[in-house]
Structures are given as C-alpha cells and as structure tokens.
C-alpha cells in the first residue's frame, strides 16, 4: 500500500516534470524565441531609451506624442522619467499597441528616497550602518514600485577624494572597504527579494567608472590614473555590486585613460562582462554616446554608436546614436547582427525576470501606490537614518546634549526654517512641503517650556549684514545658540562643482559675531560635501555636520541635540583645512620623504604654508560618552596564508550615556612591492554600549585581508610584516601590533 502511494506521488511529480519542461519555457529560451521574431528595426528599438516629458539632467528632445506613436511602432525600449501608476500606463499601453507588444521598463533616478525622502547618500554612508542602510533603499524601492517605476539609477558607487566634486554627496566617500559594503547594502535594498517580487526595483551601479576621480573635481573632466588604482580603488565597489546581483551598470561621462567610458572595450566588456561574468546590461549615461564627438573620439553619431555597441554598452540613454545608426552599421557590416542580439538579449530578459512580458501593468496598482507611499514607518525610518547619519565634530565641556530645562534658545541662521533645502540634490519627487520638518519645527516640538528666539542673520550666498544686529541682539537674550548654516542644495549634485568649499556668503562672518556674544554657541552645517570653516571648528564649542537629511531633518536634528539619540556617526570622507590640500585622503602612500608630523617641513614632503593632516580625518566622529580600547590579543603572531589570525580587544563605554561606537580596523603591509597604503581600512563594527559595560569585539585577518593588486594586476599576497591598528577614526589610533605572513 504504502509503496503503491509513493510511486503514484513520484509519476505524478515526474509527469509534472516533464509537462512544465514542455509548456514552461526558461527565461533564455523565451529570449531566444523573441529575437527570431524580432526584426533588425525591433531588436534596435529595445536598445533605445528616451527622456519622458519632464526635464531632469538634460533636455527633452521629442515631444510626447511623438514619443508614443515611437513606442507604437517599437522604437523604444525603455523610458526614463515618467513616473505615478497613471502616467506609466499611458505610455504601457502604447507600448502594447507595437507589434510584438514588448513592454516598456520605466526607469527614474531614485536616488534617496521616493515618496519619504532619506538623507543624501554620502550622509547615510556616515551611519557606517548597513541595516539602516539598505532599510533605507527598501522603503524608497517599495514606494518607486508602487508608483510604477521598475529600475533604479542607482545605488552611486563611485569612489570621490575630491570635495570640489559636486556629485560627492551622492556617494559613500573615500573608502573602497566602505563603499564596497554600502554598494551590496543598497542593491540587496534596492531588490529586495529579487527582481520579479512587487516591491522591488532593478537597481543600477554607476557610474562605471573612475567618474569620481574627475581632474581638479570639475564634473565630466577627464580620468587619469594608473590601473592599479583603478583596481585597488575604484573598481571594488563596483564589483560588490556585481556581487551583489545588480541588474544593471551605467556607464560615465569621463574618459578614462584617453578612452571615453561609454566606448571603453576594457572596462565594459574585459573586466564587467567577461572577468566578471555580469548578467545584467550596461546602459550609457545621459547622451554619453553622443558626447564622444566632443571629447573627439568619435566624429559622428555613428561612430560613436559602433564604438559603444561594440565595446559592450548595451542600451543608449537619449543620444539617439542607436536607433538612428545601428541598421546601417549592420549593413555596413561594422556591427555583427550577433553583437545587437546580445544587447538585446540581456536586456528582455530583465524584462522577464520583472514579470513585466506576464503582466506589463503589474506596477499599476492605484491602490497600492496610494497605500505605499509616504506610509508611517517609512517616514520613522527615516527619521532614524537621519538621527544616524549625523556627524559630532565638537563637544567641548560637554556643552551638547541640551537640557531640556533652558529657558530659552535662539535660533539663528539661514536654513533654520528651511524646508524643501533638507531633501537636498537628487530628490526628485519634491512632494509636499508639509511633510518635511524643518529644525525650527523640529525644536518646536521638543523643546517643551523652553522659549524659541529666531534670527536667519543672513543669506547663505549673499553678502549683506544687515541682519548680524538682530541675531546677536536675540544671542543675549537667550542660555544657549543654535546656528543652521551651510550651503544651498543645489551647490552639490551634478554639475556642482566648486572650486571653492568654503561655508559660503557671509556666515562665517556671522557666527563670529554671534560667539562674541559670549553665549554657549552649538552650529550645524549642512551641506552635500566635506565643506572648509576652519575658524568655526577652531573656535564654536560645540559642531554637528548634519548633511542633507530628508524629510526628518527636523526631528533628527532635534533628537541629537537634546540626547534623545547618541551621535555615533563617522565620516566617510576626509575634511580639508583648504582646497589647496586636495586631493586628500587617508590611504595615501608613505613616500620616500614622510613627514614625521605636521611641523616636520625640511626636505619632507609637506606643505610649508600648511599642515599635511586633514581637519578631520576619514573615520572621524565623537559621541556623548567615551570609549576605552584595551586588551589587544591575537590568537597568534604569525600566518601561513592558508590560516587565519583571530585578534580581540576590548571596548568599554567609559562616559555616562549609553552609545554606540564604530570600532575601525586597519592594516599597513609594511614592506611589499609595489608599495602598499599606510593604513587601509580591513574591517569595522558597530557596537552599543551601556555606560560602563565593555564588550569584546573580534576580526578575523584571514588572506583576502592581505591581498592586493601587484603591477601585473594579478591579486597577490607577499610574506613580511603586517601592522595592525584598531581605533576610533583613521586618525585615532587606540591599540596597535604587528604579525607576520610567513608564506
Ligand atoms: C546622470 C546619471 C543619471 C542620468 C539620468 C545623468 O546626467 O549622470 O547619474 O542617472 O542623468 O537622469
């Protein structure tokens, strides 16, 4: 009996078996199927994505409803910047009227937040905390699903060691280790449980790549840098994301080398597709394609179509060198009808895998979109990722967190009541201003019986004085200042550039005529960059470097400065004393001529008018209690490299808050060849702490820890010394030994 039920389960299994192998084709063989259905005009169609009807980073070039009749006779593939349930469906549906009724995939920046805004990414890259992080791309991906959107240009993974460099605010700063983390956080946030499920966006690493790395930080400049660097550096990141699953790579703007990146064999095809064995497509950047004419490259849009299709750039971004050159390259026989299929073929299958060829209106849901966006624990999440991403620069005497007894406090600066400014660049979906708190309202609410007091002082660019008198008048009146100074919005993010970081306009100014005052003074800064205020961090007591932090601006604000959250971020970049010391970053090499500290000028390589260390270092950020490192042990001293060394030491929250501390990990190869940075960070955790409790924190150094890229660009390890350090910021270095590499 019993064997009669089991073999009646296993033919039942096994006919199902067989049925579904015949009916249900894999996703290759539906590709497969498609493209010998699709003519040469179709195949080029789907590698063709236009600009909505609605201006982001470039122009709109063609009318809407030239547009549509495009999508109807299949022309186009993918359309970026249309977003909402109802606006995607007008355009699916002309997508269903083409021939072959392919559908479109609907692509938007999202590049912190949707509905609920996040804090800008390089903000979120300072809470060192990859839950939150990649909480923080789930939500917004949730929201962009619900509101029709497929595909993510994002998460940003480009390494940037230049300030001057506008686009730094959208990245996770200096460190490959940390970028690298932050990268996988963001796809896995962005996708969630996998392209397919209703809440998940195709996410995109860009901009590939070395696009951070641009000469003099002028956006779009030219790339030139040792391949060593680009592997060391720039690529890791990139890579995670791979790793990671993303769907999609864009590509840069800049030339790399001398070869535009849009056009670059080597990078798209060698290392992305082949070294990498990446599965996804590779989409251009904004008219990138185009733009080889200027960098000379190219002398037309067909050149600069061949050399792109060729190296391994599968879908043009709105320069129109595609759909309106590759038929005659084919015929030409300049481009293989293999090499289009190819394209083509990655980039229907990400439709499949979207669910998109079942159901082309499954991101369409009114309801849903209703339901999703701007939900309350979106908005909570938010406000914790703000609370975490704020930076304490300076707490002298204790002066901050605030008691929540003050009679009263001025407010005084530019960007007190500012709204709107706290989504900062990149957010797109500008929403009501109703959602977004500002720190005026965000104190309002916290600050209980204590009296508010208000001056803005001054503009954030201009350079009229005229209200100092105000702001020092309410100064007297009032226990405690808080100062809202920084830049504007739009001095970070794409094309905003500056050759000069210094906190803008007059505000300087005004917060030395508020401190002669002789009030306690706290300043936040805001900004999308690591800014100069030399003279503020010289002198305020008391600084937080608050970014741009979203909707919850506000409140995270005001949670941190009364203690309601324990600061405990880091900075992922490192902060200049001048521009004259750019570009500067911790993971420099030692020279031949080190200087020994920062007054060691004779014959070392230094500055004579300035000292060589940053005003704060990468890694760098207090709490409201204090930590003490002790106990360094290593399970041993020496390593063959198929072994590992396990070494442990101790954190104890020595203050009275309890708080969390990012304990860093960094190594020095001390003698290899080539040569090796003088600290790299290895390794890094988050840990809270009660007042007094101590906990013992553990990393493994295992070979991949030692490894690096030697000239040959084959990943290496070399026998010899290895100094390690353990701290609380690149520059603080608490406990620190040695251990070998025996082979
Ligand atoms: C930017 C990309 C962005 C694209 C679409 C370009 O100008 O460089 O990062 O995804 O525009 O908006």
Redesign the pocket.
Known sequence: MTISIKSTIFICLFSSIINTAYTQQSIPQKVDALLKKMTLAEKIGQLNQY?GDWE???PITTDVGNKLDAIKRGEVGSI??IVGVQHTKVFQEAAMQSRLKIPLLF???VIHGYGVTFPIPLAEAASWDMAAIEKSARIAATEAASGGVHWT??P?VDIARDPRWG?VM?GAGEDPYLGSLIATARVHGFQGMGLGNLDAVMA?A??FTA?GAAIGGRDYNSVDMSLRTLWEIYLPPFKAAADAGVGTF?N??NDLNGIPATANRYLQHDILKEKWGFKGFVVS????MGEMINHGYVKDNYEAAEAAINAGNDMD??SRSYINNLAKLVADKKVSVKVIDEAVGRILTKKYELGLFSDPYRFSDADREKRVLNAPEHVEAAKDIASKSIVLLKNEHQLLPLSKTLNSIALIGPLVKSKKEMKGFWALNVGDEKEIVSLFEGMQQAAGKTKLLYAKGCDITDTSRAGFAEAYKIAMQADVVIMAMGERPDMTG??KSRSDIHLPGVQEELIKEVMASGKPVVVLLMAGRPMVFNWTADHVPAILYTWWLGNQAGNAMADVLYGDYNPAAKLPITFPRTEGQIPIYYNHFNTGRPARNDNDVNYTSAYIDLPNSPKYAFGYGLSYTTFKYSNLRFSKKSMLKKETITISFDLQNTGKYPGEEVAQFYLRDMVSQPIRPVKELKGFQKVMLQPGETKTITFIIDKEKLAFYNDQLERITQPGEFRLMIGSASDDIRLQDSFELTD
């Open positions: 600009n982001a980073t470039g970026l910047n692509g938007q920046d240009f994002a940003m686009r959208e995109c860009k901009h696009y864009m840069s703007f950047d904004w008219g990138s971004m709105e794409e094309a």
